[in-house]
């Protein structure tokens, strides 16, 4: 599976948004972009898009910042690719010839269960596993 730039960007911010989530603080845009590695000119592009789909809220302002709409529990990964990359769950149109029907059957299933599996995975639980100790062997 190939998942875009933009996706994975707008997956690192939100994560890192869901780490610092406490319903009243915001995160500068500049701390984001610093500790996910993105750059800050396209960060405030995906962080507008999140904002247009309900994720993210923002504050104007010397202490303005991003914030999350909603706890990191009630966002699912579903929910950004929906607003970021919604072709991702597109499905192909039925095909043609003998063999379309059955092939378009497959790719509806499978898409169908992509889709079920990342809206069962929630910011909390990655930002849990990001801020969990790794050990090395």
């Not at 966002?75 to 043609?96: F, H, M, N, Y």
Request: net charge positive; glycine share 8%.
């Amino acid at each position: 599976m190939k998942i875009s730039q933009k996706l994975d960007y707008a997956c690192r911010a939100a994560v890192c948004l869901a780490k610092h989530y406490d319903r009243s603080s915001v995160v500068k845009l500049e701390d984001i972009s610093r500790r996910e590695d993105i750059p800050s000119s396209f960060l405030v592009q995906i962080l507008n898009e999140l904002k247009r789909a309900g994720i993210v809220s923002s504050k104007r302002g010397k202490a303005g910042g991003y914030a999350l709409n909603q706890p990191p529990g009630a966002i699912s990964l579903c929910d950004l690719v929906r607003a970021v990359e919604p072709g991702l769950l597109t499905v192909p149109t039925e095909g043609k010839g003998t063999s379309g029907p059955a092939v378009s059957r497959v790719w509806k299933q499978l898409s169908g269960r992509i889709e079920e599996r990342l809206a069962e995975i929630t910011l909390e639980a990655i930002a849990n596993d990001a801020a969990a100790p790794m050990y090395h062997i």
